[in-house]
């Protein structure tokens, strides 16, 4: 079996005929052999892909070759070959559900109106030099930050991203207005329409980590100002970028360190149970419950 990979990724750029950019991303994955999960609206694309490396390999070449998607970061992670159970290819109004399609504005090189992009080694290089005055925003859903997040970061509690724009506008986070915001996520895409929002709505200073989370860790790894395991929207459900990466969640039946979610096993239920393993060997602990996260799978996002 050849090697198996994962690759996350999103490019802003306006696109005419959503339509038929779909009808043709579509053609070529099923061509390819490969499943997960795109989206494509007029603003760009947003998808994750899984299978052969080989085939994944043509598909970043015949994407890059789009007008606007030859600068689009691919993320390449380990696969298993059973990460995705079938392949969607949807367009929709927006490439993460803000409910806010105008809070952004996009050129051929990506969004104009975003925050400013640091590398990792600045991110930590910001906070070196000014300390308490970079504040940490999740642009997660909040059962996401349970396993995994930056140290002292706030945690919006959100549900989906359709909760950000009321939360901003919220006043919860005035206090914050004034100081250096470091928004991310875990690809990149959500703080580039999460930081637009923020600025909109009088924050001075807002940055968004160049290739999020999966870039920050890839480069500064466990021993920096990452905590935790990466969530993930696919069959892994999380991952860790070394060895040392430590075990921030707590079981919901007795609190033990745990970074494992499950699926409910109840027909139809899509929601996820964060439990340790002697847990989850309890039948009835997997059931549904008004205490569990929500599902893994509401939404495309990256």
Request: charged share 30%; aromatic share 8%.
């Amino acid at each position: 079996m050849e090697l198996q990979k994962i690759i996350l990724y999103y490019g802003f750029t306006p696109v005419k005929d959503p339509v038929a950019l779909k009808l043709w991303q579509q053609e070529l994955c099923e061509r390819l052999g490969l499943k997960g999960r795109i989206l494509i609206s007029e603003h760009g694309i947003n998808g994750t892909l899984g299978g052969d490396m080989s085939a994944l390999k043509q598909y970043v070449k015949a994407t890059k070759q789009f007008p606007g998607f030859r600068k689009i970061d691919f993320k390449w992670s380990m696969g298993t070959g059973n990460d995705f159970p079938r392949l969607k290819v949807r367009v929709r109004k927006e490439l993460v559900a803000f409910d806010a399609p105008e809070a952004i504005k996009v050129a051929e090189g990506g969004i104009t109106n975003g925050g400013k992009h640091l590398k990792p080694k600045a991110v930590d290089q910001l906070v070196a030099e000014r300390g308490d005055d970079v504040v940490f925003f999740d642009g997660r859903n909040a059962f996401e930050a349970e396993i995994g997040r930056f140290k002292n970061a706030i945690v919006p509690d959100v549900q989906t991203s359709h909760d950000f724009v009321a939360e901003i506008k919220s006043g919860k986070y005035d206090h914050i207005k004034d100081k250096a915001v470091v928004t991310y996520c875990t690809g990149g895409v959500r703080c580039e329409i999460l930081s637009a929002i923020m600025l909109d709505n009088g924050f001075k200073e807002v940055y968004q980590i160049d290739g999020g989370i999966v870039r920050y860790g890839e480069s500064q790894g466990d021993s920096s100002l990452w905590e935790g395991s990466l969530y993930v929207f696919d069959d892994r459900l999380n991952i860790n970028f070394t060895e040392e990466a430590k075990t921030i969640g707590k079981c919901e039946k007795c609190e033990t360190p745990t970074s494992r979610f499950r699926n409910c096993s109840a027909l139809g239920c899509r929601d996820l149970i964060l439990l340790c393993d002697s847990c989850a060997d309890v039948p009835e602990n997997l059931g549904c419950s008004p205490t569990h996260t929500r599902g893994k799978r509401r939404q495309q996002v990256g």
